[in-house]
């Protein structure tokens, strides 16, 4: 009965390929996130969604592109993927107001480009 | 800008105590969290402070200084299953989290 599972879990691709990493939660959360985690560690917020709105919008390069069917799905699409896109890319989410720092996040797929 | 500090690398013997420290910068504050990361896993949530003061949640307490920006998390009777990395988290103005690299914790026999 996992609370926000994401799939897959291991992506290994060529560069230039297209790939997509799905999110779901059944927390009942109105906010979701995509994190990176690269190498050394550094969690890097990407986008964040309010119940099915973009609020955040790091720099992050267009071939990043997230979707949202409805607030329990949030799905991140990687066009063209390049060798600096291999990372760990969690999905999270979080209750509103005064616990909205209290994440809670996917398991992780581990993207390799190759 | 917004800056998170905290050590790269601890190391603790099992059933002792460790401190691990963070300092923050962030465009106003509503609050200071600690994850733990096991390796290969997704983090935890741990703690929240958003008053001065001592939270303690078992062998775990979080510890925040507002005025001088800064927190540490307190791990008790340290346990081999508590080698991980620690991640502390300020929240600012616009909700957003600011994340530190993380504190590994290496914990000997």
């Known amino acids: 009965d996992t609370a926000v599972s994401q799939t897959p879990k291991y992506l290994v691709t060529q560069m230039g390929n297209d790939k997509s990493i799905k999110c779901e939660q059944n927390?009942?959360?109105?906010?979701m996130y995509w994190y990176k985690q690269d190498s050394k560690k550094f969690l890097k917020i990407m986008f964040s969604?309010?119940?099915?709105?973009?609020?955040i919008n790091e720099t992050v390069p267009n071939r990043f592109s997230p979707k949202s069917p409805d607030k329990a799905h949030l799905n991140l699409h990687i066009n063209s993927l390049e060798l600096g896109d291999s990372a760990v890319y969690f999905c999270?989410?979080?209750?509103?107001?005064?616990?909205?720092?209290?994440?809670?996040f996917g398991e992780g797929s581990r993207l390799t480009v190759l | 800008g917004q800056n998170i500090d905290q050590p790269t690398e601890m190391t603790a013997t099992e059933g002792a105590i460790v401190q691990i420290n963070c300092t923050y910068q962030?465009?106003?504050?509503?609050?200071l969290f600690w994850y733990q990361q096991h390796a290969g896993e997704a983090p935890t949530f741990l703690s929240y402070n958003v008053l001065d003061g001592l939270e303690e949640k078992g062998r775990f307490s979080s510890f925040l200084s507002r005025s001088k920006g800064y927190s540490y998390l307190l791990l008790k009777e340290l346990q081999m299953k508590d080698s991980a990395s620690y991640l502390c988290a300020a929240m600012d103005s616009n909700y957003q989290l600011i994340w530190g690299a993380g504190t590994k914790l290496i914990i000997k026999p």
């Open positions: 999270a989410s979080s209750p509103q107001g005064r616990d909205a720092g209290e994440l809670f």
């Open positions: 969604y309010n119940n099915k709105e973009l609020i």
């Open positions: 962030t465009s106003g504050f509503n609050g």
């Open positions: 927390l009942g959360h109105d906010t």
